[in-house]
Structures are given as structure tokens and as C-alpha cells.
């Protein structure tokens, strides 16, 4: 069959023809729709991408898929770009009203319910992989399928070059990392509770955490080292260091292959003050950054966000980095519900004391299907329903009762 994927992702990216080399919202793949995308083309399917973040606007990604003609499109969707996704289906059964259209992502995942639209075909629950391949070999077509969890090792690796896979390659995610870069995804889920996140993410990917073998992953690096001769790596993963053992026979067969390419991942302080040992085979290899969400210098908010670690952790953790040359690229949060000022400035003073090499602030906002945007609802908190969700130094409120000029003093250094 001929397939024709959208990977919705304009709702922080935006529609631009005219990107920059570098652009990072409009550059990177997005491995999800890549996976499916290559379990299509693995079981013999005709398939194609369209990516409305490299067009100029709504007229012209109409003319794309006018002249995309496809027996089934399947949209990726998340919470921030839900708004785009009903008008984009309903662009598809206007140009093509005989194709069938199959919606999925974290969005319907959560909200299944939304998706009745007629133009809707059918919406995926949970992982689509197996779940589009099951829909294009049989007759019946229900509104809603639950997914069923692949075997990471044995679905084909994710196929970026469904993308514009050159802008990846010239985009960097920490500073001063080498180019080209190659992003990567290990494993699938999260064990922790953070509700900031949970349980939307288990709602997808649902328990327990998986991981492809370490030799899998080795395997594709080496693939992907033979095509593009990548000089850096950044990890996806919310978690990479989860597992110790995983670590050791990755960094093993890491060491074995000679890349020559750095490396940024995702930890966290608790596990990073837990395993120094660990830490430092890291570095070793080639781990040079560590993205660690710090999200405040509050004990109560950490608790209150259910985030599993201590400040005093956070300040540890920062000091063994130090100690193997790992730099911190540290996330926090300002505006979190029921912050006081007293606490936002504590963050602030963590901050300075961590002195990340990069300090990477967002304003709290909300996500439908998280804990946190429940406890808010309950409490009357929400500034209004639903919203986008700012990014790095973008400071929109969200949330009733916070003191958004004073935030904005402590992020501009008057404080």
C-alpha cells in the first residue's frame, strides 16, 4: 500500500520554508513516526513523509498533500500540536475522500476520545508500529486499536532519511558539540513518578521500561557512523542511565567500535550520586554532558512534583560531574503551583551554586493527562484551559497565584 505519514510537530516549530541551518525545533526527526515509518517500509510498503515544519503554511501544505495521493496517512500527534490535527484530517479526506486516516501519538493516546471526527478513520492507542501494520493486512478497520508493544531489538532501526535528515546532521544540542550530530533513542518509558509527566508517558508506552541490548544499539551507531560520520550523539531517552549493567556493556562495545563521537544523555541527580563508578566509565568513553532535571531548589516543590530526589542531591551530583569533566546541562522550572517567591529565589540560588555549563530554565506549564494538571484543575489553579507549552526562556503564565514579575526579576538577574 501507499502510505503517506505527517508528522504533525508544528506547534512549537511552526510552519517555515526558510529555516536556518541549526534550527533545533525544526531539524531534529522525530523517532516515533521514523519507527513506524520503517516497520512500514520493512513489510514491504510504499512510504512517504511530509513534514508541514519546512513549508510555508496551511495553503501549501494543502498542495502537498493534494499531491500525496496515499490509501492510508497516519498522523503523529502531540499535546502541543493537537490543534492542527483535526484541520490536517479533514485536509485529507477533502483532497482524497476515498484514503483512510489513522491518528496517533501521546495526544490520542491520552484522548482517544477527541478524535471522533469523521475524518478520522481510526486512532492508535499506546505504539503504532505493530498495530499500523496490522490495520493495512486486514479488512477491519475500528475506530479505536489498542497497540501492542514491539520487541525493540527486532523492528528495524527508525528511518530518518523520511526526513530532511541533513538538517538533523547540522543541528547541535549541547553547546560546542561536534558536527555532524545524530540523535538516538535506547529504550521506551519511565519507570519514575514525576508528575510533571506521568501518567501521560506510561499511557503510551505503558510498564516496564524497555530497552533494546546494548549490542543493538552499538549495531545502528555503527550503521549510521558508516553513512554519516557522525562526530556527536545525543541520547533521548528520559533516563539513559537506568540501568547500570545496560551502561557497562554499552560503554564495552562503545570503546570496542573506536567511534570517535562525544556524548549527551539524560540522568538524573539520585542515580548520578548513586553510581559514580558509573558516572565515570561515562566519561571515559566519551559522555560529556549530562542533562539533569534540577526543577527546583524547594524540597517541598521537588516533593510536591514527586521527582524522587533532594536537593541535596542536586548539589552532589553536579560535584561528581564536575570531578570525570561531565558538563551539566540543567533544566529547572520557575512558577510551579503554590511556589512561593521564597522558593522560586531558592532555585535561583541552586542554580548559581550548581553553575550549570547550561542553564536551561522553562516557566511551568501544565500538561492535559499529567498529575500535576490535575492537582491544578482541582484547585482551581489553571490560568485558562489547555495552552501551548513554552519553551526554553519563553515566559507565558499558567498558573493563579504566582508572582510572574518577580520570576522574571530572578531570570534576568535582578533578584
Known amino acids: 500500500m501507499r502510505v503517506t505519514l505527517i508528522y504533525v510537530g508544528v506547534g512549537v516549530a511552526g510552519f517555515n520554508a526558510n529555516r536556518p541551518k541549526g534550527d533545533r525545533e525544526g531539524a531534529w526527526v ?74 496517533g501519538g501521546i495526544h490520542p493516546t491520552i484522548f482517544p476520545e477527541r478524535y471522533s471526527d469523521a475524518a478520522i478513520d481510526c486512532v492508535v492507542v499506546g505504539e503504532g508500529e505493530l498495530a499500523m501494520l496490522d490495520l493495512l493486512s486486514g479488512a477491519e478497520w475500528p475506530k479505536v486499536v489498542r497497540g501492542r508493544k514491539p520487541d525493540l531489538d527486532a523492528i528495524p532501526w527508525v528511518e530518518r532519511d523520511l526526513f530532511d535528515y541533513q538538517r538533523e546532521l547540522d543541528c547541535f544540542f549541547a553547546p560546542g558539540q561536534e558536527l555532524p550530530s545524530i540523535t538516538m533513542l535506547a529504550g521506551r518509558g519511565c519507570p519514575y513518578l514525576c508528575n510533571y509527566c506521568q501518567p501521560a508517558e506510561n499511557a503510551v508506552f505503558g510498564k516496564p521500561y524497555r530497552i533494546r541490548s546494548a549490542e543493538n544499539v552499538v549495531a545502528e551507531l555503527r550503521f549510521l557512523k558508516e553513512e554519516y560520520n557522525f562526530k556527536s550523539i545525543t541520547f ?30 539524560c540522568s538524573r541527580a539520585d542515580i548520578i550520586c548513586k553510581n559514580e563508578a558509573m558516572v565515570e566509565r561515562l566519561a571515559s568513553v566519551g559522555c560529556d554532558w549530562f542533562v539533569v532535571g ?50 522560586a529565589l531558592a532555585t ?46 519563553v515566559f507565558r503564565p499558567t498558573i493563579k497565584g504566582v508572582d510572574y514579575e518577580y520570576i522574571n526579576s530572578l531570570c534576568l538577574g535582578a533578584a
Open 30 to 103: 522525530a523517532h516515533g513516526i521514523a519507527s513506524i515509518g520503517a516497520s512500514l517500509i520493512g513489510a514491504g510498503h510504499e512510504v512517504e513523509l511530509i513534514d508541514p515544519r519546512h513549508l510555508s503554511g496551511w495553503d501549501e501544505l494543502f498542495r502537498v498533500i493534494q499531491g500525496k495521493p496515499a490509501d492510508v496517512y497516519g498522523l503523529s500527534v502531540s499535546p502541543v500540536d493537537s490543534q492542527f490535527a483535526i484541520p490536517i484530517a479533514t485536509a485529507v479526506k477533502h483532497f482524497h475522500p476515498t484514503s483512510r486516516v489513522v491518528v
Open 236 to 265: 533521548w531517552d528520559d533516563t539513559f542511565t537506568m540501568s547500570k549493567k545496560w551502561i557497562a556493556d554499552f560503554c564495552d562495545l562503545y570503546e570496542q567500535e573506536n567511534f570517535g563521537a562525544t556524548i549527551v544523555a
Open 294 to 343: 534540577l526543577e527546583s531548589g524547594s524540597q517541598r516543590i521537588l516533593d510536591l512534583l514527586q521527582k524522587g530526589t533532594t536537593v541535596e542531591q542536586n548539589l552532589e551530583a553536579a560535584r561528581i560531574c564536575r570531578k570525570y569533566g561531565i558538563k551539566i546541562f540543567g533544566t529547572y522550572m520557575y512558577g510551579l503551583p503554590t511556589e512561593t517567591n521564597a522558593e
Open 348 to 393: 535561583a540560588r541552586m542554580i548559581d551554586e550548581i553553575s550549570p555549563e547550561h542553564a536551561s530554565p522553562f516557566l511551568f506549564t501544565p500538561i492535559e493527562g499529567t498529575g500535576i494538571y490535575q492537582l491544578c484543575k482541582d484547585n482551581d489553579l489553571l490560568l485558562s484551559e489547555g495552552g501551548s507549552i513554552a519553551r526554553t526562556g
